[in-house]
């Protein structure tokens, strides 16, 4: 029984070990523009992560985003959209058609990067390391819908998960962006 506890407490250990060695910041994704994003530049601010899509009874929540950033933009917080079409076919268009549709309107002028999906089989890495523990090194989540936010701290470690119908400025986001 005790080498079985100690096996148990090895694998937990190398587990967290390489959970940490990864962070937000290791990872490059595409932009909306086709270009790369290393994440490595947001070093140093807080990020919310938040998968949109254009035809979602929570897209006026893009107004709220867009008023959020530029409330914090200055003040180290940045958001990023990631179009996703994983839920009932909601995002279905091109990274163009979405980026012309986030512009016109909800003049959308945080990052958007290029559609990816959040779930599934050929979920995209970033939201592997979001969502499993073993990646994170903090916590499992599902991404229950569009918009669902995620907060990374200034050192690219995820702090926590904000489900789809809590607005991106509720009273625990801005007490997170503010450090209250």
């Keep these: 029984m005790k080498i079985l506890g100690m096996i148990i407490l090895l694998a937990t250990t190398l587990s967290t070990t390489n959970a940490q060695n990864v962070s937000f910041h290791s990872f490059v994704v595409t932009d909306i523009d086709g270009n790369e994003f290393p994440l490595s530049k947001l070093k140093g601010k807080k990020v ?79 939201y592997q390391w979001l969502t499993q523990k073993s990646m994170n090194g903090v916590m499992d989540s599902e991404v229950k819908w569009n918009f669902q936010k995620y907060l990374i701290d200034e050192n690219g470690k995820l702090v926590d998960v904000i489900p789809p119908k809590e607005k991106p400025n509720s009273e625990k986001v801005i007490k997170w962006i503010e450090g209250n």
């Design 48 to 126: 919310m992560v938040v998968n949109t899509a254009s035809k979602c009874g929570f897209t006026p929540q893009y107004e709220d985003l867009q008023a959020l950033y530029d409330k914090y933009k200055d003040k180290n917080f940045i958001i990023i959209g990631f179009p996703a079409n994983n839920f009932m076919g909601q995002e279905p268009g091109t990274n163009q058609e979405i980026k012309e549709f986030c512009t016109t309107r909800f003049s959308v002028s945080f990052p958007m990067m290029a559609k990816i999906s959040v779930k599934g089989n050929d979920i995209h890495p970033l």
